[in-house]
Antibody, heavy 124, light 111 residues
Framework: QVQLVESGGGVVQPGRSLRLSCAASGFSFSSYVMHWVRQAPGKGLEWVTVIWYDGSNKYYADSVKGRFTISRDNSKNTLYLQMNSLRAEDTAVYYC?????????????????WGQGTLVTVSS | QSALTQPASVSGSPGQSITISCTGTSSDVGSYNLVSWYQQHPGKAPKLMIYEGSKRPSGVSNRFSGSKSGNTASLTISGLQAEDEADYYCCSYAGSSTYVVFGGGTKLTVL
């Protein structure tokens, strides 16, 4: 069965960095576009970033552009999110999510499987 | 403020039908057939309920249906059941600048 397991969350001071990982199993990871979506405590969902199946293209929400970097290692079936210059407003549960279409050259921008999320708290 | 507008809450009795609206603009909902809906129970990850406006993933009850008219998408749940009580979020592709927008979420209460 499809599984996405995030890790790497924790408490970090403003201005510092953190790297999240998402281990994928149960499907052909290298054939899917992948996303990160976050949810601040008690708030709604916010899309963060997307990466093509082969890592050739990456797009970001304006709120994280220039600070966050998405990457993937298809040999390890793992998705990453490098977060630099963290701010209090980045505090959220971060979910990795699979794009909905197998083998698509471009994203379809809907998310058919989600991980359980990892909490990032930015606080001094 | 979210890019897509949803009612903060809706309620209904078991067996009834409810509809949740999701209003966007001609730059997102109105321009693309890429609206999706997600159900989220407290402390859980979101679950895909509807994609491409009206398609249901395998395993999702046919009590859930989606539609779109102009800049507004809708999720209808018929034959309400206690387990439908959750938060619901709409989502749309918004073009090659903004990419993805979500609604603020709607809390469904089954009375």
């Amino acid at each position: 069965q499809v599984q996405l397991v995030e890790s790497g969350g924790g408490v970090v001071q403003p201005g510092r960095s953190l790297r999240l990982s998402c281990a994928a199993s149960g499907f052909s990871f290298s054939s899917y576009v992948m996303h990160w979506v976050r949810q601040a405590p008690g708030k709604g969902l916010e899309w963060v970033t997307v990466i093509w199946y082969d890592g050739s293209n990456k797009y970001y929400a304006d709120s994280v552009k220039g600070r966050f970097t998405i990457s993937r290692d298809n040999s390890k079936n793992t998705l990453y999110l490098q977060m630099n210059s963290l701010r209090a407003e980045d505090t959220a549960v971060y979910y990795c999510a699979r794009d909905g279409v197998y083998g698509s050259q471009t994203p379809w921008y809907y998310f058919d499987y989600w991980g359980q999320g990892t909490l990032v708290t930015v606080s001094s | 403020q979210s890019a897509l507008t949803q009612p903060a809450s809706v309620s209904g009795s078991p067996g009834q039908s409810i509809t949740i609206s999701c209003t966007g603009t001609s730059s997102d909902v109105g321009s693309y057939n890429l609206v999706s809906w997600y159900q989220q129970h407290p402390g859980k990850a979101p679950k895909l309920m509807i994609y491409e406006g009206s398609k249901r993933p395998s395993g999702v009850s046919n009590r859930f249906s989606g539609s779109k008219s102009g800049n507004t998408a809708s999720l209808t749940i018929s034959g309400l059941q206690a387990e439908d009580e959750a938060d619901y979020y709409c989502c749309s592709y918004a073009g090659s600048s903004t990419y993805v927008v979500f609604g603020g979420g709607t809390k469904l209460t089954v009375l």
